[in-house]
């Protein structure tokens, strides 16, 4: 169950290939696309534990097959679920102990002790395993124990990090780790992995990088992968080659989510490792990340070690954010500035044209210039973008209607014919102006949210729905949920827009409300929620 697929385990081992000479940037990248697929590795693991449960049945009352069984979920669950762990080394336990097995009932009992230090129970974990008499026991076992044993009390001596007791734990634990070497083949994957993480303990780091093993031989597996890059990672650290353990710490995490390992370090080192190097944005994503392996193993240990360096991280994050829209409105600012000095610069030239002729063209210019402004604003939201140059480009045709109205009446007092100048000005057709006012907010808004009026009909019945007519956009109902959708929310503004009274708009909301099918309440709310295109 700790088995990754081979394919996978060879890409991982070459791109591992000299301890880390990847780019480091590629390989955050590579570990961004393994964590968006986290969640497709446990639900293989997910339905490997029920392939083995589903064989619990088949065993009925054959106590010895229920022991393998179980034991195959306990391995299953180790490193990925605490809870769960704990319930099948127990059961381990009641298993071994109805088969009378002393061989057994001692395995299951180091099992339960490893759950119990993996979930960060070192009171228990220590009174547990000191009741443990592994004598007699196959070498395999005793193996498993002393290693049990030393990695409480190098536990103990990274948690507590005190002077007195801190070298008194590390000195405790090299003790077992010699009694489990003692046992092991000197050639073997795990005699180099353990006497290279003692000798690292014990502040020989040279010593520790001679002897660990080469992280490319043949046949490691996904676990032994991810731990001994971790651990690797933590080696280079101290020896103050930082880049190296960021690799190291990269694929161990990649390992660890390829094997769906949530009993593990390599996330919340990798979020040090990169906080200290300033690149807060993937810190943040890996502290995220070690605290969902925390939350989800149920590792009481490691949730307080992540919830000492979130804060930090959080807190840089934010300064770094802050700083940026500092920037941006610095940036806003000079905009500003620049955008009234040119409007001011437009005025004045204005006034000292004579010739209407040259007028013309200065308002020309000065249109282009704000075109040319508003293609710096790009960086605003649609709806912004969108509304603010259907304002421009209003104003500049009511700009040309007056300039056209002021020299025709111009004209009209120069020729004294006070007959024509009152039919100018009868013939400005405010309602058809209004009119062709909302035809293009219509548009400009249908532009924006082209969906609005199918999601708006959603909220009511079909009886209730809105039916346009023919050639109409928008009528008045739909007219005042758009304006509240792109931010005009008070009454007497809509009113105002529309034309209506305020009693109006609100006897218009409240009709308009009652016909939905969810509460009026919640009516604004999922108008708002309707997205922009």
């Keep these: 169950m700790n088995r990754i697929p081979g394919y996978l385990i060879l890409c991982l081992l070459f791109s591992i290939n000299a301890y880390g000479k990847a780019p480091a940037d590629s390989l955050l990248k590579e570990l961004n696309r393994t964590m968006a697929k986290s969640a497709v590795y446990d639900s293989i693991k997910l ?18 097959r229920q022991y393998l069984i179980c034991r195959q979920l306990y391995t299953a669950y180790k490193v990925f679920n605490f809870d769960s762990a704990f319930t099948y080394a127990r059961q381990l336990q009641v298993l071994a102990e109805q088969l009378h097995d ?19 129970m070192f009171t228990e974990t220590l009174a547990f395993i000191n009741t443990i008499d592994p004598a007699g026991a196959p070498d395999s076992i005793r193996v498993e124990f002393f290693l049990m044993k030393s990695r409480l ?40 992995y ?24 043949p046949g490691l597996s996904g676990r032994q992968l991810a731990i001994s890059a971790c651990t690797l990672g933590s080696i280079y650290d101290a020896a103050g080659n930082k880049d190296t353990a960021i690799c190291l710490m990269i694929r161990s995490a990649i390992a660890d989510i390829l094997t769906s390992t949530k009993e593990t370090m390599a996330a919340y080192s990798l979020a040090t490792l990169l906080f200290e190097k300033g690149d807060v944005k993937n810190a943040s994503h890996c502290i995220e990340r070690a605290i969902s392996e925390a939350v989800f193993y149920g590792a009481r240990q490691r949730k307080v070690m992540v919830s000492s360096i979130l804060p930090i991280i959080e807190h840089e994050r934010i300064n770094t954010a802050e700083e940026r829209t500092r920037s941006l409105l610095i940036y806003a600012a000079i905009v500003t500035l620049l ?39 790009l960086e605003a939201n649609k709806i912004k973008e969108e509304y603010v140059g259907y304002c421009f480009n209003i104003n500049a045709t009511y700009i040309g209607k007056i300039e056209k109205l002021k020299q025709n009446l111009e004209q009209k007092l120069t ?29 400009v808004f249908l532009k924006i949210f082209p969906h609005f009026v199918a999601e708006f009909n959603t909220l009511f019945d079909k009886e209730n729905q809105v039916v346009l007519k023919e050639n109409e956009l928008l009528n008045t109902d739909i007219r005042i949920f758009a304006l509240i959708r792109i931010g005009i929310s008070d009454n007497e503004k809509i009113a105002r827009i529309l ?18 099918r969810i509460p009026s309440e919640e009516f604004e709310a999922h108008i708002m929620n309707i997205k922009a295109l």
Excluded at 102 to 120: C, E, H, N, Q
Excluded at 168 to 181: E, N, T
Excluded at 205 to 214: H, K, Q, S, T, Y
Excluded at 355 to 370: D, F, H, S
């Design 499 to 516: 034309e209506y009274s305020v009693n109006t708009i609100y006897a218009y909301k409240t009709r308009i409300k009652k016909r939905a």
């Design 339 to 377: 955008l009234v000095a040119l409007v001011i610069l437009a005025i004045t030239v204005f006034r000292q044209v004579q010739k209407l002729k040259t007028a013309q063209r200065i308002i020309t210019a000065a249109n282009l210039k704000q075109q040319e402004i508003n293609s710096q604003l």
């Design 153 to 192: 009390y190098f536990d103990l001596a990274d948690y507590n990090q005190d002077k007195y007791y801190t070298p008194a734990y590390i000195k405790q634990a090299s003790i077992y780790v010699d009694s489990a070497l003692h046992l092991m083949a000197p050639s073997s994957f795990e005699y180099k």
């Design 102 to 120: 002393p061989v057994l009932i001692t395995d299951a009992r180091i099992k339960l002790g490893y759950v119990l230090l993996s979930s960060g």
């Design 415 to 443: 020729d004294n014919k006070p007959a024509e100048l009152r039919f100018l000005v009868n013939n400005i057709n405010i309602r058809q102006e209004r009119d062709e006012l909302f035809t293009n907010f219509d548009r």
């Design 194 to 217: 353990n006497k290279g993480l003692q000798l690292f303990k014990l502040g020989d780091i040279p010593g520790a990088l001679a002897i660990f093993p080469n992280l490319d031989q």
């Design 47 to 64: 339905r490997g534990i029920d392939s083995i449960k589903s064989t619990r049945q088949a065993a009925g009352n054959d106590i010895a």
